[in-house]
């Protein structure tokens, strides 16, 4: 082969081998889907609570919000008869930021607590198949 043939080649090569062809564009990455209406603030409100005399349970949960500040408490009545208090609240991008209060006086407790017994039963016994 004749080297200028061979270099034409190459210079051919190299302008079009590295560029789309005439009137091609690149496809294009599709536009990020919309889910539904647009974005609203948060606002809500709850409340709950459990007080049940039988088990000595008493706790719950109240909290607000409305847009970037959220402020609520939480309480749980304790072991030594004290409710534990927790009353917060986030401001934006702030950080939680908590108070911690005890109402109350702690009694103490009265003797060990009752050690656990095993709550299994033996299996029953097994199926006696005739034989000889």
Known sequence: MDPKVFVLFALVATAFGDHPPAGYSLPQPAPSPSYGAPQVPAKYDFDWAVNDAASNNDFGHQESRDGDFTQGSYYVL???GRTQRVTYNVDGDSGFVAEVTYEGEARPSYGPAPSPQPSYA?????PAYGGN
């Open 122 to 126: 033996p299996p029953p016994p097994s």
């Open 78 to 80: 304790l072991p030594d």
